[in-house]
Nanobody, 114 residues
Framework: QVQLVESGGGLVQPGGSLTLSCVVP????????MGWFRQATGKERELVAT???????NYANSVEGRFSISRDNAKKTLFLQMNDLKPEDTAVYYC????????WGQGTQVTVSS
């Protein structure tokens, strides 16, 4: 079973930036398309960014142009650079493989507030 470990969240003012990280301890991590999801209080979990194995990326309309997903296969780590954060970005952020949905990690809380 894969144990996903997200980190990097915190409290940030509107317009600020954060970089999230997710360690995926799989020997063959590089073969999996990966994504970042988020779940705000009282809402369903949503997929906000994906990166396929050939580095093609896709973003939800709500984060397009502000968020950037990347990966370091050697370090088995997925990243999410978040810029120009807005209060509506407040949520718990999770990483996972969209096509497989391993057991969810604990996530990392992002709170955007002045």
């Amino acid at each position: 079973q894969v144990q996903l470990v997200e980190s990097g969240g915190g409290l940030v003012q509107p317009g600020g930036s954060l970089t999230l990280s997710c360690v995926v301890p799989l020997r063959n991590f590089s073969i999996y398309p990966m994504g970042w999801f988020r779940q705000a209080t009282g809402k369903e979990r949503e997929l906000v960014a994906t990166m396929r194995t050939h580095r093609t990326t896709n973003y939800a309309n709500s984060v397009e142009g502000r968020f950037s997903i990347s990966r370091d296969n050697a370090k088995k780590t997925l990243f999410l650079q978040m810029n120009d954060l807005k209060p509506e970005d407040t949520a718990v952020y999770y990483c996972n493989a969209p096509g497989r949905l391993w057991t969810w990690g604990q996530g990392t809380q992002v709170t955007v507030s002045s």
